[in-house]
């Protein structure tokens, strides 16, 4: 593996690629109150006069921060970008629309690379065109680091760190429980979504590779055959959840990237590692009625999105890419998870993670600006692998560690002998 971009080789440290998107100018705002003093940040997008009117937003901070224009339909610019900086934490989406080049630009220059996808399509395609490359450069390419799929890919890895320390054994039946949570949708996440069913409408081969719980496995042949492993499309109960649980609406993406995190480390968390996810609906006598309600809502409304009439219909209602929630309800919104798993050697681990703001907006910013800063400042601590990757398997401990620091909770303990543990 040849040695990614040092401080040394590069101008910049950090450049945020779409700073003028809503997102995009929540992730410069949390870094231009995060970062540490001497860290070089860069803005880039199309417009250096929209870049400069973020800059201006952001306050003395970011006063000197560089602009870079760059616009992903020019390869030139994005391979000009990709050689000036260190890490790239990217906004700009749907990524399999305008995401592709950019990573091929960093894989190439031997640069880092994060960003907020959930779109199986996508990364499946960046792990197979550009695995090899990245790998080969140093570039850690690395998919998901917002809501999708923070939390699921390191309470997954720190649940394994602590069955490990415990003497515990491997996992085996691990399932992440949201608890509660208050957020909008997604603009970006609409958009992301409603091209991922366009295309799967168009060639039903692509529909096989997102049904596959294995889509994101870096070699499909290897993992073993636990029976159906498909995600959760009706209500039942459930003794971890300590009630009805009901279908979760990313669980297709991030289901997938942490079996992705599993194959990438040989299979550490176990080779019979069973996971999904679900949203806990409680345990009253209403439960199963609003378990059933939200499941029917999610069917709706994913039906609604592959006609064309109902799609115009909610295209008047749902958020545009670009669009968010004002400042209250980002602050007021938050997000609680459990993942429980149970082990080879018959204990029983959760770990809880929790933050406030919107999943989708204000904790996602944290989560994108804390991925890129410690891709940018923790390289002594990082796994020793490059390639495509995932959160666990890019930046594991060393992220948990700042989101921590951040605001954001990350515990695990052994709850069958009622003791914590320390990962």
């Known amino acids: ?76 610019s994005l391979a000009a970008l990709a050689t000036r900086t260190r ?24 640069t880092d690379y994060a960003d907020l996808t959930g779109e199986v399509l996508f990364m499946r395609e960046t792990s197979e065109r550009h695995h090899d490359r990245a790998r080969s450069s140093g ?47 997604s603009g970006g996440t609409i958009a992301s979504l409603n091209g991922q069913l366009e295309e799967v409408k168009g060639d039903p081969a692509l529909g096989r590779i997102v049904a596959d719980p294995y889509a994101l496995s870096p070699d499909r042949g290897a993992e073993p055959n636990l029976g159906p492993e498909r995600d959760l499309r009706s209500v039942e109960r459930s003794d971890d959840a300590g009630g009805w649980i009901a279908p979760f609406v990313m669980a297709q993406t991030n289901t997938r990237v942490v079996r992705r995190s599993n194959a990438l480390q040989d299979f550490a968390y176990g080779r019979r590692f069973r996971y999904r996810e679900v949203t806990g609906v409680g345990s009253g006598p209403a439960a199963p009625v609003k378990g059933a309600a939200l499941t029917g809502g ?5 039906a609604g999105l592959n006609f064309g009439p109902t799609r115009s219909l909610l295209d008047r209602f749902l958020p545009d890419p670009g669009e968010g929630p004002s400042e209250d309800k980002q602050r007021g919104g938050f997000f609680r998870i459990e993942v429980h798993a149970h082990t080879s050697g018959g204990a029983h681990f959760r770990a809880r993670v929790k933050a406030q703001g919107d999943p989708g907006y204000l904790a996602t910013s944290v989560m994108l600006g804390e991925s890129a800063l410690c891709l ?20 594991g401990t060393a992220l948990v560690e700042r989101l921590r620091a951040a605001g954001h909770t990350y515990e695990v303990e052994r709850i069958d002998a009622a003791r914590a543990v320390g990962a």
């Open 376 to 395: 940018a400042l923790d390289g002594d601590r990082l796994p020793a692998r490059a390639g495509v990757l995932t959160p666990a398997t890019g930046m």
């Open 298 to 302: 999610l069917g709706a409304l994913q």
């Open 87 to 110: 890490v790239i934490a990217t906004t700009v989406g749907p990524y399999r629309a305008y995401g592709l080049p950019l990573v091929e630009a960093c894989a190439d220059a031997g």
């Open 1 to 76: 593996m040849s040695v990614a971009a040092t401080s040394e080789d590069r101008e910049l440290d950090v450049v945020v690629f779409g700073a003028t998107g809503f997102v995009g100018r929540l992730v410069a705002r949390y870094l231009a109150g995060a970062a540490p003093a001497g860290v070089r940040i860069g803005l880039a997008g199309r417009s250096t006069q929209r870049l400069e009117d973020v800059r201006n937003e952001l306050g003395p901070s970011a006063a000197d921060w560089a602009l870079v224009p760059a616009d992903s339909s020019d390869a030139a």
């Open 139 to 185: 570039s850690r390419i690395v998919h998901a680091c917002g809501f999708d799929s923070i939390p699921s890919d390191l309470g997954v890895l720190l649940l394994h760190l602590a069955a490990q320390a415990d003497g515990s054994g491997d996992l085996e039946e691990t399932t992440l429980v949201v608890t509660a949570a208050k957020g909008g949708f």
